[in-house]
């Protein structure tokens, strides 16, 4: 069996937790195959990848200096991680990843290379694929099988439908796999697998040159610190009803004001009340958005939310799928009406 | 300089993308910078792929100032991979020799990201993609760019031309067409190439689609219709039933 491979992300030296979960993902993976070869339950829906199972996974750990790091991956999961000494890499750029992974890769001769659907993954994955002449699959959040394979599912058209992709068969596929989505398997391995070390130098890439990573303050504690978080998006139409927004969520106690991005990218308000992975991640007991068709970087950053209601003009929004509570109507007549009550 | 901007429709046909938009922005106020520099040397190219409806997305670029429009058929309607289209644009931007490509950071309908990417690759050009500021440094033909991480994170780079930058939402704000860019639109002319005259071999997509689905609830999703009152009434009793107010 060709080996899966998984990418470790790296930022700042250290492993991102959705590390875990692109290895939880490769379990999944190789226990769906297994289903298949067996002939039982070719669905493979309600399959759970047998923990201590590592055997034909690798992780490759790109970095200056990855051997702390590799130490850390295999101690916590077991599986073999391939340390791949990057001479001089200060930080990540696409170039040398695409350039040192296209090189190494061939050689590993996987069948599937993991790699996250975050702003990283999403940098070098598609060149990568390119490079291996490999299928590409972007945004995965379902995996399962059919009697004639794997099949990976993806949202599209705002977030209202998944379309379902087979790679050609006999394709290696290099497949990005949005975050949060299969549940993190990481703890503390019994028997740690092995340690590959693999040193490769770049003398290409100059053209993109890694300054710095800026850190911009969040100043995101009020939603955090929330119970109850009233989020606007596009539906609120204009500017001016954010303060009808606003007065409906002083009508909770322990409340704050959240929007969706494209409210921040206008400039209606400010960064600080964004909700979603280029925002904040929120969990509040109870979340109500209003006028949001809920896109799938804001449903990352709001989905572990205890309750969610969403007050929204169509019942086919995708939000309506994630929300307990759905009020179809339009936001400000409900808002109004609801404020007239109290 | 020569800009080109991938652009696709949007959810809406008549209208470009979302984050194509941000993407012609870029490339026009460019423009405009040089302009007011007195350097007329720069031009600005848009290129979609799709079918002839698709047209009217390079009729509302050269509203907004784009110089030349070049429409690509594809050789089948309907779904069309990522690499397949990159192919596409690699084919006719490759003889061309642009400066600066830029494309949105995603496509609305199809949500991949992955186009612009691609067709860095194919073209060996370097690319950085989720782009939310960029400096350009016509003396020295390098351009600063911060790419959008995660956690409020930006990645400071420095990127030499010719390049591919992929442009996130909100880096700007894009103007809408002009009266007079709109009158002078009629007369520009939209190159039409055929995917079948580029590539007369099918370029060959390794990627099947097998269906398309609804998603998959992971909440009760209860509606709540009818008169106003009513639906206050519900969502009061939803909040008292699960202690919220």
């Given at each position: 069996m060709k080996p899966i491979l998984i990418i470790a992300e790296v930022i700042e030296n250290i492993i991102r937790p959705v590390t875990w979960e692109l290895i939880a993902a490769a379990r999944m993976i190789i226990a769906l195959n297994d289903k298949g070869l067996n002939g039982k339950d070719p669905d493979g829906k309600n399959s759970r990848a047998?923990?201590?199972?590592?055997?034909?996974i690798q992780v490759i750990v790109p970095a200056n200096d990855p051997m702390a790091l590799a130490e850390k991956i295999t101690s916590s999961t077991g599986i073999d991680v391939l340390a791949l000494k990057i001479k001089g890499l200060v930080s990540y750029t696409s170039q040398v990843y695409i350039e040192s992974l296209g090189r190494l890769i061939p050689e590993i001769n996987p069948s599937h290379i993991l790699v996250a659907n975050t702003s990283q993954g999403r940098d070098f994955a598609p060149g990568l694929a390119v490079r291996l002449k490999a299928a590409s699959i972007p945004g995965v959040t379902g995996i399962r099988r059919d009697n004639e394979g794997l099949l990976y599912s993806r949202p599209v058209l705002d977030n209202t439908r998944n379309m379902v992709i087979r790679p050609r068969p006999g394709c290696v596929v290099v497949l990005t796999l949005m975050p949060g989505v299969f549940l993190s398997s990481a703890g503390k391995a019994e028997h740690p697998g092995s340690i590959t070390i693999k040193e490769i130098s770049i003398?290409?890439?100059?053209?993109v040159v890694h300054k710095e990573i800026l850190k911009k303050h969040r100043g995101d504690q009020a939603l955090k610190a929330a119970q109850v978080i009233v989020a606007a998006g596009?539906?609120?139409?204009?500017?001016?009803n954010l303060e009808l927004i606003s007065r409906f969520a002083k009508c909770f106690s322990n409340s704050a004001l959240g929007v969706s991005r494209p409210l921040v990218d206008t400039g209606w308000?400010?960064?600080?009340h964004q909700v979603g992975i280029t925002g904040a991640n929120v969990a509040p007991r109870l979340y109500i958005a209003c006028g949001i068709s809920g896109s799938s970087q804001h449903l990352a950053g709001m989905k572990d939310s205890d309750w969610v209601v969403s007050i929204n003009r169509n019942p086919e929004a995708p939000i309506c799928c994630h929300a307990d509570l759905c009020i179809v109507g339009d936001v400000l007549s409900f808002i109004h009406a609801f404020l007239e009550s109290e | 300089m020569k800009i080109l901007v991938c652009i696709k429709q949007g959810l809406d046909k008549e209208e470009i993308s979302r984050f194509d938009e941000f993407a012609l922005e870029e490339a026009l106020g460019l423009k405009d910078k040089f302009l007011e520099a007195g350097l007329t040397d720069i031009r600005v190219d848009v290129i979609t792929a799709g079918?002839?409806?698709?047209t009217a997305v390079i009729k509302r670029a050269f509203g907004m100032g784009a110089d030349r429009g070049i429409h690509i058929v594809p050789r089948d309607a309907g779904y069309s991979p990522a690499f397949v289209t990159a192919s596409n644009l690699a084919a006719v931007a490759g003889n061309n020799s642009y400066d600066l490509i830029l494309t949105g950071?995603?496509?609305?309908?199809?949500?991949?990201?992955?186009t612009g990417p691609m067709l860095a690759e194919l073209l060996g050009l370097p690319c950085v993609t989720a782009v939310v500021k960029n400096i350009f440094n016509d003396n020295t033909g390098i351009m600063q760019v911060e790419r959008e991480m995660e956690n409020g994170l930006r990645d400071c780079l420095e990127i030499c031309l010719p390049a591919l930058l992929t442009i996130q939402a909100g880096i700007n704000t894009p103007r809408y067409p002009s009266l007079s860019n709109m009158l002078a639109a009629g007369k520009k002319q939209i190159i039409t190439l055929a995917e079948k005259d580029l590539f007369p071999a099918p370029v060959k997509a390794k990627e099947l689609l097998v269906s398309v689905e609804y998603p998959e609830k992971t909440r009760a999703g209860q509606l709540i219709e009818g008169p106003l009152s009513d639906q206050v009434s519900q969502f009061k009793a939803f909040l008292r039933e699960k202690d919220l107010k």
């Open positions: 047998d923990k201590n199972d590592s055997q034909g003398d290409s890439g100059s053209e596009r539906g609120i139409q204009e500017k001016e308000i400010g960064y600080a | 079918p002839t409806k698709a950071i995603m496509s609305q309908d199809m949500m991949e990201g992955q």
